[in-house]
């Protein structure tokens, strides 16, 4: 089956702690993008990556990098210096430049600082 | 910068009701506009692309249409099912940012 895949569903983590969560697309995109959801509230970018060995900063970078080795995957680090970092983490994917934006998304990963 | 409203943020109708939500965005220069369908603690469900040269999508009991001169899209879905129950969410695609940006979505109870 074609998608996006998200791992761990759940996460916790301590503070002072970098944590890195997973996203893989099987849908042959050149295109990868990182979301964070807050309780009640739209999505917003973090990151996102048009070509492999390529990203770009979203409207909230601060605390969290990320890296675009493989086509499939875009792993996002959340760092120490995110000091809110608890939300629902959504990865996208689309298949690149203007005519083929439409957005699929993955189940997500909610992490929670302890 | 383009700013996406998505009014009212909850609603509630009874099973068979007809119904239309609304999205309204600051800049009309956009490319696109996705809804989305939101299941609680899940992903996002594509439901409709309109391309800004297009007035309205359908799809099955759903209908998007678009008027980007005025800045507004709506979602029309007819005999609603407690199925359809869900958070439902517009997202606009402008060329100059090179990005989409979401409303905060509408909450819609189906009370069967």
């Known amino acids: 089956d074609g998608g996006i895949t998200q791992s761990p569903k759940y996460l916790f983590r301590k503070e002072g702690q970098n944590v890195t969560l997973s996203c893989e697309q099987n849908?042959?995109?050149?295109?990868m993008y990182w979301y964070r959801q807050d309780p009640g509230q739209g999505l917003r970018l973090i990151y996102y990556?048009?070509?492999?060995?390529?990203?770009q900063k979203g409207d909230i970078a601060e605390g969290y990098s990320v890296s675009r080795e493989k086509k499939e995957s875009f792993p996002l680090t959340v760092t120490s210096a995110q000091k809110n970092p608890t939300a629902f983490y959504l990865c996208?994917?689309?298949?690149?430049?203007?005519?083929?934006?439409?957005?699929?998304f993955g189940p997500g990963t909610r992490l929670t600082v302890l | 910068k383009q700013e996406v409203t998505q009014i009212p943020a909850a609603l509630s109708v009874p099973e068979g009701e007809n119904l239309v939500l609304n999205c309204s965005f600051t800049?009309?220069?956009?490319?696109?506009l996705q809804w989305f369908r939101q299941d609680p603690g899940k992903g996002l469900t594509s439901l409709l692309l309109?391309?800004?040269?297009?007035r309205e999508q359908t799809s099955g009991r759903l209908n998007a249409s678009l008027d980007k001169s005025s800045g507004r899209s709506t979602l029309y879905i007819a005999a609603s099912q407690p199925g359809d129950s869900a958070t439902y969410l517009c997202?606009?695609?402008?060329?100059?940012?090179?990005?989409?940006?979401f409303g905060d979505g509408t909450t819609l109870t189906v009370k069967p």
């Open positions: 990556s048009q070509i492999v060995n390529d990203f």
């Open positions: 849908l042959n995109h050149d295109a």
């Open positions: 309109i391309q800004s040269s297009q």
């Open positions: 997202a606009v695609y402008n060329t100059n940012a090179g990005k989409s940006t």
């Open positions: 800049d009309s220069a956009i490319y696109n």
């Open positions: 996208a994917s689309s298949i690149g430049g203007l005519a083929g934006n439409e957005q699929f």
